[in-house]
């Protein structure tokens, strides 16, 4: 393991190819294991499902056809290259799956450390062999 | 995307979500969703700062247009912030991409341009 000098390295060869995006989406508790069985289809190695409730007003719960109380949360980190798919593909899933079922947004990673990990969160499996070479 | 969102998320002790979204209401949010986890801090930061941090929390997720987010932060940390019982930490994360949500801003900017939707007429 190389040693850590204290030095900050800045420049091109510490920029990821692509940014890394966390994507939340919230459904209707009983359809997380559509939506998280789908998102993989989109390269989303990563996925975490939490069991929630929703406390939108009456009128836009409606709206958005979230009637019941009970959420289930994804968190998934995919790769911003996939972002448009994924988003387009999620908004058809919406209004297809028993009507308008829920919402979903992205948040931009700003940093992370690790090869080996970078290739596993955004499927890159140009990074898979040889290990963790470095940060 | 036509409007900016910003999702808040505001880790509370258990039980008090519910005073995150009337501040959060008051201030223009609409929904949001509210899940469980587990609180930890060093006993000397706790110490330090004269908090004691109670394991059980909630995490109130919120998504609010970029404009009201300054408003609703505010009245978070007003009403749930950490001089009160609930002991909140709000903070915003911008989004860049989202589904799901304009759609509900766009019919409610729509029933404001059409009265009658809002309001039904009165027939003799």
């Known amino acids: 393991m190389a040693e850590y000098s204290g030095e900050i390295k800045t420049g091109a060869e510490n920029v990821a190819p692509s940014r890394l995006m966390m994507l939340v989406t919230v459904v209707q508790k009983g359809k997380g294991t ?41 968190f998934s980190i995919v790769s911003e290259d996939r972002l448009d798919a994924i988003m387009d593909a999620l908004e058809s899933r919406f209004y297809t799956v028993n009507g308008k079922t829920g919402i979903s947004f992205a948040i931009p990673l700003t940093s992370m450390i690790g090869k080996l990990s970078y290739g596993f969160l955004s499927n890159d499996r140009r990074l898979a062999k040889g290990g963790e070479a470095n940060g | 995307m036509d409007k900016r969102y910003e999702a808040i998320f505001c880790i509370i002790n258990a039980g008090f979500s519910d005073a995150v979204m009337s501040a959060a209401r008051k201030a223009g949010a609409g929904g949001g969703t509210v899940f469980k986890g587990r609180g930890a801090a060093p006993r000397e930061a706790e110490e330090l700062f004269k908090i004691t941090v109670q394991p059980e929390k909630e995490i109130v997720m919120l998504v609010v247009s970029e404009d009201v987010k300054d408003d609703v932060l505010r009245a978070i940390y007003t009403e749930a912030g950490l001089g009160s019982a609930g002991q909140g930490i709000a903070f915003s994360l911008p989004i860049e991409r989202s589904v799901g949500l304009s759609d509900y801003s766009r019919e409610k900017e729509k029933k404001a341009e059409r009265p009658e939707d809002v309001q039904p007429r009165q027939e003799n």
């Open chain 1, 34 to 74: 559509f939506f998280a069985d789908f998102l993989q289809t989109f390269d989303a190695n990563l996925q975490v499902c939490v069991v929630g409730r929703g406390t939108a007003r009456a009128d836009a719960a409606e709206f958005l056809g979230l009637n019941e109380k009970n959420r289930t949360i994804i």
